[in-house]
């Protein structure tokens, strides 16, 4: 089983930039694909970005060219460094990994708040 515990998220103004952070632990034979999903008060959770354990990165049209993931195999950990932020990236922020039996694990969610 994967437990993830997410840092990094707080208030920030518009224009600014968060570095949220998501390490995983427990006892499992590795991971595959990482990735950040987020979910606005009213609305469905979202994509963000994902990356596989070879590097492969994937985002939502409303985050690319300011996002960037990252992860570190060697710590199980991912990143998202979050650049130029708007009022409309405010969310609670997941971290998602899926184990190799193919089960999505879910962190508790940090929240991200952008104000104008």
């Known amino acids: 089983q994967v437990q993830l515990v997410e840092s990094g998220g707080g208030l920030v103004q518009a224009g600014g930039s968060l570095r949220l952070s998501c390490a995983a632990s427990g006892s499992f034979r590795g991971i595959n694909a990482m990735g950040w999903y987020r979910q606005a008060p009213g609305k469905q959770r979202e994509l963000a970005a994902t990356?596989?354990?070879?590097?492969?990165?994937n985002y939502a049209d409303s985050v690319k060219g300011r996002f960037t993931i990252s992860r570190d195999n060697a710590k199980n950990t991912v990143y998202l460094q979050m650049n130029s932020l708007k009022p409309e990236d405010t969310a609670v922020y997941y971290c998602a990994a899926q184990s190799r039996d193919y089960r999505w694990n879910w962190g508790q969610g940090t929240q991200v708040t952008v104000s104008s």
């Open positions: 990356i596989t354990s070879g590097g492969n990165t």
